[in-house]
C-alpha cells in the first residue's frame, strides 16, 4: 500500500488476479514438395484446398507426343486431404536451380520507356503467358487457367489515373476472366493510389542458400494486396497535380501506361527432369522431376526448406512430412528432416521406408535404421482416386497420413492414437500396395513400421501407432509423444508473457494457474493418469533466481492405448462356481 497510515480506519486495496494468457493460435502441419506454381522456397500458409490451388496451381500436363498426360504432385494430394480436417496448412514449393517469375513490362504512352513493371508472385515458367502473336479474340498462345495476363482499360490524363486489370491467362477479350480489378491508379508516390502502394512491391528473397543457416530477406515498401503480382521499376510523376488541380509538369502524363493488355514471360523452372516421374513410377533421382540426392537438382532446395523451417518462433508447426522422398534412397535428406524435429521439439515427421513395389522386408530394414521418437513410419503406399485426372493414382502413405492425424485431432485429441477402425481409417483409399495379414502386420510393427491394413467391410485402416524409437518407453507411442508435443506449444506459448517478469511468488503463481488448469482438462479429456507441477521456493532457491533463471517442473503419467486387448476364455464344467 503505497499511501501512508496513520489514523485508524479502514483501507481497500486492489490485488488482479485475473491475468488471462493469450490463446494459442491454430497450428498446423508443414508440407515440402513441388506444386505447379507459387512462390518457391517460401513457407506459405493456407487455409483452405481452394486456397492451395489458387496459390500453388492444380493439374497440369507434361510429356509429349503419345506420352502427354495430366498430373498432380503429391504436395496436392497431402493438402487436399489434410485441410479436410484441418484448418492451416504450410506449404514449401520445391523448384531448384535458377528459377525465375514471370514479369512485363507496361508501356508508357507518350514517351520511349516504360510506366511500370509488373512481376508474377508465383515463380516458373508455367507463368509465361506469352511467347507468340495473339489470335483470334486476343487468345495468348500459352495462355493457361494457371497464369495471367494484364490489360489497363482507360486512362485519364488530366487526373493522371488509369484501371487496370490482371485477368486469367486463357481467358478471350469477348469472355474475360478478371482476377482482380484496379481503379484510379496513377504514378504519384505521394498519392493513397499509387500503384506500388495499391498492388504491392514487396518480396522475399532466400540467402545464403544451402548454407547451415538459409534466411528469407524482405524487400519493398508496400506489403502485397494483390494475390497474383507485384509492381516494379515505376516511372513516378511526383505531384502530378497542383493545389489548383492542374498538371503541374506537362510531360508528366506521357508516363502513364498506354491502353492496352499484354502477357508475362522469362518464367524460369530452373532444373528438371524431363520425363518427370510420377506416382509408382517416381526413381529415386526422378521424383516428379527432381533428384533430392543432388545440390543443384532439388537437394540444396529440400535442405532450405528444412533449414527454414527450423525456426519455430517464425513457424508454428507440429507435424511435417516431405511426399515422394523415401528414407532408402533419399536417407541424407530424411535425416535432416527428423534432426530438424528434433532440434525443434515440438513437430513429428512422418517418413515413407521405401519406393513403390518393395517388399516387406525392405519397409522393416529402413526403420531399423532409425532411432528417433520425433519420427514414424508407415507402410505400404494406397491407391486413390482423382476426379481431376479422371483415375486412380498411387501415392506414399506420407501423402495421406497427415489428413489421419488431423481427423484425430478433431474428432478425439492428440494424445489419442491415430490409428485404428475409430480414428485410423483412410476413406479415401481404394485399395493397399498390398493385402498384409496378421503374420505380416507383426513383422512390421516389431520393427516399428506402422502397417496399413485393409478389413473387409472397413476398408483401408492405419493399424500402428508407433515413433521410431528403439527403446521401450512411453515414448515409443505416437499419442504419447504428440501429447508433450501439445502440451510443450501450449505452456511455450501461454507463458512467454512471463520472460522479463520478476522472479517473485506472484510470478510463479500465474505461472501455476496457466499450466495447472490445462493439464487438468487434458486428464479430464483421457490425455493423463496424473500430473503434478512444481515451481516454487524449492526449485526456485536464492541461487538460481541470482542467475535470473525460474525453474518449473512438470510430472507426467501419460495415458496409453489399448492396443492390444487380451480376453481369457475360460470354460467350465457344469455346476461349477463362478469365481468372484
Known amino acids: 500500500m503505497a499511501e501512508k497510515i496513520v489514523s485508524p480506519g479502514v483501507f481497500t486495496n486492489e490485488v488482479d488476479q485475473s491475468f488471462l494468457p493469450a490463446g494459442v493460435q491454430a497450428i498446423g502441419a508443414a508440407v515440402v514438395g513441388p506444386t505447379q506454381k507459387g512462390p518457391a522456397g517460401i513457407p506459405t500458409i493456407v487455409s483452405s484446398y481452394s486456397e ?46 535458377d528459377y525465375a517469375p514471370a514479369t512485363t513490362t507496361v508501356t508508357a504512352s507518350g514517351v520511349a520507356a516504360n510506366s511500370f513493371t509488373l512481376t508474377t508472385l508465383a515463380d516458373g515458367a508455367g507463368m509465361n503467358s506469352g511467347g507468340g502473336t495473339e489470335g483470334t479474340n486476343n487468345v495468348l498462345s500459352n495462355g493457361t487457367e494457371n497464369n495471367l495476363r494484364w490489360e489497363v482499360t482507360s486512362k485519364n490524363d488530366s487526373k493522371g489515373t488509369f484501371n487496370l486489370l490482371i485477368r486469367r491467362g486463357d481467358d478471350t477479350s469477348k469472355r474475360k476472366i478478371i482476377l482482380e480489378q484496379y481503379t484510379n491508379l496513377n504514378l504519384d508516390p505521394n498519392s493513397p493510389d499509387y500503384v506500388a502502394r495499391r498492388i504491392g512491391d514487396q518480396v522475399q528473397t532466400l540467402r545464403d542458400s544451402g548454407t547451415s543457416d538459409p534466411f528469407l530477406q524482405l524487400s519493398g515498401s508496400f506489403m502485397n494486396k494483390s494475390k497474383y503480382v507485384r509492381v516494379s521499376g515505376v516511372r513516378q510523376t511526383y505531384n502530378y497535380l497542383d493545389t489548383n488541380g492542374n498538371i503541374r509538369v506537362a510531360a508528366a502524363s506521357g508516363s502513364l501506361p498506354a491502353v492496352g493488355s499484354g502477357s508475362f514471360e522469362n518464367g524460369s523452372d530452373g532444373n528438371i527432369e524431363q520425363p518427370q516421374k510420377f506416382y509408382e513410377l517416381i526413381e529415386d533421382a526422378n ?171 472397413a476398408g483401408v485402416t492405419v493399424f500402428g501407432q508407433k515413433t521410431l524409437q528403439k527403446k521401450s518407453s512411453a515414448l515409443d507411442r505416437i499419442n504419447v509423444r504428440r501429447l508433450l508435443i501439445a502440451a510443450k506449444k501450449f505452456i511455450a506459448s501461454t507463458t512467454k508473457f512471463l520472460v522479463f517478469e520478476n522472479n517473485t511468488a506472484a510470478t510463479r503463481n500465474r505461472f501455476l494457474s496457466i499450466v495447472n488448469p490445462y493439464f487438468e482438462n487434458v486428464q479430464q479429456r483421457q490425455g493423463l493418469f496424473a500430473f503434478k507441477v512444481v515451481m516454487d521456493e524449492t526449485n526456485n532457491t536464492p541461487d538460481v533466481i541470482d542467475r535470473n533463471t525460474m525453474v518449473g517442473q512438470i510430472f507426467l503419467q501419460p495415458a496409453k492405448a489399448a492396443e492390444f486387448i487380451v480376453i481369457d476364455f475360460n470354460i467350465l464344467p457344469t455346476g461349477a462356481a463362478f469365481p468372484e
Open 52 to 97: 492451395f490451388v489458387q496459390t500453388f496451381g492444380g493439374k497440369f500436363t507434361s510429356g509429349s507426343g503419345a506420352s502427354e498426360n495430366s498430373y498432380k504432385y503429391l504436395t496436392n494430394y497431402a493438402a487436399q486431404e489434410y485441410l479436410k480436417y484441418a484448418d492451416t496448412l504450410t506449404v514449401v514449393r520445391i523448384l531448384a536451380g
Open 287 to 457: 521424383v516428379q522431376g527432381y533428384d533430392p540426392d543432388t545440390a543443384s537438382k532439388g537437394g540444396t532446395a529440400y535442405s532450405d526448406a528444412i533449414k527454414l523451417l527450423k525456426n519455430q518462433d517464425e513457424y508454428d508447426i507440429n507435424l511435417i512430412t516431405l511426399p515422394g522422398l523415401v528414407n532408402a534412397v533419399h536417407g541424407s535428406t530424411i535425416g535432416e528432416l527428423v534432426q530438424m524435429c528434433e532440434d525443434r521439439s515440438d513437430c513429428f515427421a512422418v517418413i515413407d521406408p521405401v519406393l513403390y513395389g518393395r517388399t516387406i522386408s525392405d519397409a522393416t530394414t529402413q526403420a531399423e535404421a532409425r532411432d528417433s521418437n520425433y519420427a514414424a513410419m508407415y507402410w505400404p503406399w494406397i491407391k486413390m482416386p482423382d476426379n481431376d485426372l479422371g483415375r486412380n493414382v498411387w501415392v506414399p502413405a506420407s501423402t495421406v497420413i497427415p489428413s489421419v492425424y488431423a481427423f484425430n485431432d478433431r474428432v478425439a485429441a492428440p494424445w489419442f492414437a491415430p490409428a485404428g477402425l475409430n480414428r485410423g481409417g483412410i476413406d479415401i483409399a481404394v485399395q493397399t500396395e498390398r493385402k498384409l495379414t496378421h503374420a505380416n502386420r507383426d513383422t512390421l510393427y516389431e520393427s516399428n513400421v506402422n502397417p496399413i491394413a485393409t478389413f473387409p467391410n
